[in-house]
Nanobody, 125 residues
């Protein structure tokens, strides 16, 4: 059974940092692109960041570019999201996702076939 489990969320003051982790089990995702999405209260789930299968290519939403960094450690079957300079608009549930097919990468939710349960990030002003 494939599982993606996020961790590292919490409450942080504006300007602070958090690092989210997404540990995969049940299969290896070393040939798959991975992504992070988030859903703020009252809003749709939106794309945050993506990384390709090799880690050599990344993509970010404009709202987080320059502040967030996605990375992967295939030896640990884990993907990370380093979040710096957080602001209250970053408050959301953050979800990790794995692509349905190998070697792809993208921003659309329907390209991802595996999802974690989410971790809450709350940024206070």
């Amino acid at each position: 059974q494939v599982q993606l489990v996020e961790s590292g969320g919490g409450l942080v003051q504006a300007g602070g940092s958090l690092r989210l982790s997404c540990a995969a089990s049940g299969r290896t995702f070393s040939s798959y692109g991975m992504g992070w999405f988030r859903r703020a209260p009252g809003k749709e789930r939106e794309f945050v960041a993506a990384i390709n299968w090799s880690g050599g290519s990344t993509d970010y939403a404009d709202s987080v570019k320059g502040r967030f960094t996605i990375s992967r450690d295939d030896a640990k079957n884990t993907v990370y999201l380093q979040m710096n300079s957080l602001n209250p608009e970053d408050t959301a549930v953050y979800y990790c996702a794995a692509r349905s097919l190998p070697y792809g990468m993208g921003r659309k939710r329907n390209g991802y076939g595996y999802w974690g349960q989410g971790t809450q990030v709350t940024v206070s002003s």
